[in-house]
T-cell receptor, first 116, second 114 residues
Framework: GAGVSQSPRYKVAKRGQDVALRCDPISGHVSLFWYQQALGQGPEFLTYFQNEAQLDKSGLPSDRFFAERPEGSVSTLKIQRTQQEDSAVYLC??????????????FGPGTRLTVL | AQSVTQLGSHVSVSEGALVLLRCNYSSSVPPYLFWYVQYPNQGLQLLLKYTSAATLVKGINGFEAEFKKSETSFHLTKPSAHMSDAAEYFCAVTFSGSARQLTFGSGTQLTVLP
């Protein structure tokens, strides 16, 4: 079966541009996470969805970041007016169940965003 | 707040030698602990996880880790390194009181020398 896919794999944006990053989770997975991984660092949590409900967005660094999952499947992370500090790899992960902290989170390959 | 610390951002071993990657956690409640591996330009792949059953956990590719509550550690080991083990390794933690996300360490880059 297919794993988590993300597109585009690479994105170059000029400072001030808006970008949209897409995540296709594993079919049937209830939970979906977005993480940001800066160069040389571990991933950091951005936001979490249970189906279409965004239950936690405490990790979003500013109000320029917005995420949605309108039908409980595909998710989009949008960054408005990109800044150089937004340059990072954005990882999406999905998990089968919601109320299981031990279920495996399956990660996509990430989108590498470079803001010039 | 929960956190993990990975000692040694870079570790080099010779092919065939023991691999030991260190991870210490901080959590006021029982943690769930994970090791992930990341190959260049790829996503994170789960190696193994501790979920409060057995303290010695065996994972894929010959890796294992032992949960030691007294030492708040969850070190990753492999008896004999292979060239294909060269990658970045991340320790991560979550716990039942969290918002369900993983908190990652800063990673350890493993180099395997021929």
């Amino acid at each position: 079966g297919a794993g988590v896919s993300q597109s585009p794999r690479y994105k170059v944006a000029k400072r001030g541009q808006d970008v949209a990053l897409r995540c296709d989770p594993i079919s049937g997975h209830v939970s979906l996470f977005w993480y940001q991984q800066a160069l040389g660092q571990g991933p950091e949590f951005l936001t979490y969805f249970q189906n279409e409900a965004q239950l936690d967005k405490s990790g979003l660094p500013s109000d320029r970041f917005f995420a949605e999952r309108p039908e409980g499947s595909v998710s989009t992370l949008k960054i408005q007016r990109t800044q150089q500090e937004d340059s990072a790899v954005y990882l999406c992960a999905s998990r089968l169940r919601d109320h299981s902290f031990t279920d495996t989170q399956y990660f996509g390959p990430g989108t590498r965003l470079t803001v010039l | 707040a929960q956190s993990v610390t990975q000692l040694g951002s870079h570790v080099s071993v010779s092919e065939g030698a023991l691999v030991l990657l260190r991870c210490n956690y901080s959590s006021s409640v029982p943690p769930y602990l994970f090791w992930y591996v990341q190959y260049p330009n790829q996503g994170l792949q789960l190696l193994l996880k501790y979920t409060s059953a057995a303290t010695l956990v065996k994972g894929i590719n010959g890796f294992e880790a032992e949960f030691k509550k007294s030492e708040t550690s969850f070190h990753l080991t492999k008896p004999s390194a292979h060239m294909s083990d060269a990658a970045e390794y991340f320790c991560a933690v979550t716990f039942s009181g969290s918002a369900r996300q993983l908190t990652f360490g800063s990673g350890t880059q493993l180099t395997v020398l021929p």
